[in-house]
């Protein structure tokens, strides 16, 4: 006999919020929600729209403008045993579309229906990051813990706080730790270059993993003279290296070319080129090597998010314009240009018109080599847009 669904708190929702289930989002806004008395904080609860029609089960934060994110069309009895099927389907889905690497996002919040949940290998270290309320429950780490643990054998689990989405969650403070293991520093590989990995250090999880296979395809265009700009710990720049004269990397973090130094040592080879690390400001810099007239036959642009909200979009465009209009004027005929762009808020359309606008007025010609998205490990849910957000251009220039 299937167990009987103990009652869960009912959420009602009104008929926008229900239409935007009914396209495939996930997402309920707390302005659509009707009523919600006395749901505790974090809690699974079944979803109606305003009539009482049931739509599905989801997670609720109290305190997120995102109140209610969906985990199932259907009811659901035992939500631990939820998890673990999704974790392994998380798991099974890598297999299939991730190679050459020992390194990768495993779990992508909504994008493996498990909103708020990121977990990222870097061989054997895991890396944890909990962004909801729902999955910052005792019950819920325990099952996701030991879920991990048995399928994968890490010898290590580590958690990753971001205190200021703890805040927002209204979480009680916790400091970053291990959750399982004791190990903290481990070795990891994309596409044959070697990396080092702090759990504790560096931006995001560790190193850019959304980038990976970009890293690979740029590498097949690279040549001649390459500047990587917004290097962090080098992941372009090392990649550029095996095909290319000479090779610097740019970047304001003395901490982050720290490490990207000590990634060229694990890499280095007699006949490819020693990378320079510059830590500077990047604006600055390319103003300064511009004005100089400084030519590249390589340039990558990989700034950080420009625009953390809708409101930001005008500006981000005109920081994106900047660098892209200097790097055009510094490459030679025939050069690559890989330029990104990680903020959500701006489309691939907005980006495309920025860079066709930066080439008018460097007047470069453009011929697109590829339109690029984030690496398959961390999936676009079609329906959900929000899943999409990193792009990348290479494009070949002219004059
Ligand atoms: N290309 C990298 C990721 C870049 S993340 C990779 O593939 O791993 C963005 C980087 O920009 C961070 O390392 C951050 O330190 C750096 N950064 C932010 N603002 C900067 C600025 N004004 N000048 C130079 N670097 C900057």
Redesign the pocket.
């Given at each position: 006999m299937p167990p009987t669904p103990t009652a869960l708190p009912k959420v009602k929702i009104s008929p926008r919020g229900a239409t935007r289930l009914k396209d495939g989002h996930v997402w309920v806004y707390r302005s659509d929600i009707v009523s919600a008395e006395g749901v505790p904080p974090g809690s699974l609860v079944s979803v109606a729209d305003h009539r009482g029609k049931p739509l599905g089960t989801a997670l609720y934060s109290s305190s997120s403008q995102i109140a209610i994110r969906m985990i199932s069309t259907d009811p659901v009895a035992d939500f631990p045993a939820l998890l673990r099927q999704r974790i392994a389907d998380a798991i099974a889905y890598r297999e299939s579309v991730v190679h050459n690497t020992d390194a990768y996002r495993l779990i992508f919040s909504e994008a493996d229906f498990l909103p708020g949940l990121i977990a990222d290998r870097y061989n054997d270290i895991l890396s944890l990051q909990i962004l909801t309320q729902a999955m910052d429950a005792e019950p819920v780490r325990q099952a996701v813990i030991s879920e991990l643990a048995t399928r994968l054998h890490p010898a290590a689990i580590i958690e990753r706080v971001d205190p200021r989405v703890r805040e927002l969650e209204t979480l009680p403070p916790r400091a970053s730790g291990l959750l399982h293991g004791e190990k903290t520093a481990t070795t990891f590989a994309m596409n044959g270059i070697q990396f080092s990995f702090d759990a504790f250090e560096g931006?995001k999880t560790g190193?850019?993993l959304d980038?990976r296979e970009n890293?690979a395809a740029a590498a097949q265009y690279a040549h001649g003279d390459a500047l990587?700009?917004?290097?962090?710990?080098?992941?372009?720049a090392l990649h550029l290296a095996p095909r290319c004269a000479q090779v610097t990397g740019?970047?304001?973090?003395r901490p982050?070319l720290e490490v990207a130094d000590q990634n060229a040592a694990l890499n280095r080879r007699d006949n490819q080129p020693e990378i320079e690390w510059i830590e500077?400001?990047?604006?600055d810099l390319l103003k300064d090597y511009a004005s100089t007239k400084r030519q590249y036959d390589t340039i990558?642009l990989?700034?950080?998010t420009f625009a953390k909200t809708k409101r930001d979009l005008d500006a981000a465009l005109r920081g994106y314009k900047e660098l892209n209009l200097r790097a055009l004027k510094m490459l030679r005929p025939g050069g690559i240009l890989v330029t990104c762009s990680c903020s959500y808020h701006v489309s691939q359309s907005n980006f495309l018109e920025m860079l066709s606008s930066s080439a008018i007025d460097a007047h470069r010609t453009l011929r697109l080599l590829e339109v690029r998205g984030q690496a398959k490990d961390h999936p676009i849910l079609l329906n959900v847009p929000e899943t999409a957000y990193l792009k990348c251009v290479v494009a070949s220039v002219s004059n």
């Open positions: 931006q190193a850019f980038q890293y990587d700009v917004f290097c962090y710990q080098g992941g372009f740019v970047d304001s973090s982050a500077a400001n990047a604006f990558v990989d700034p950080p």
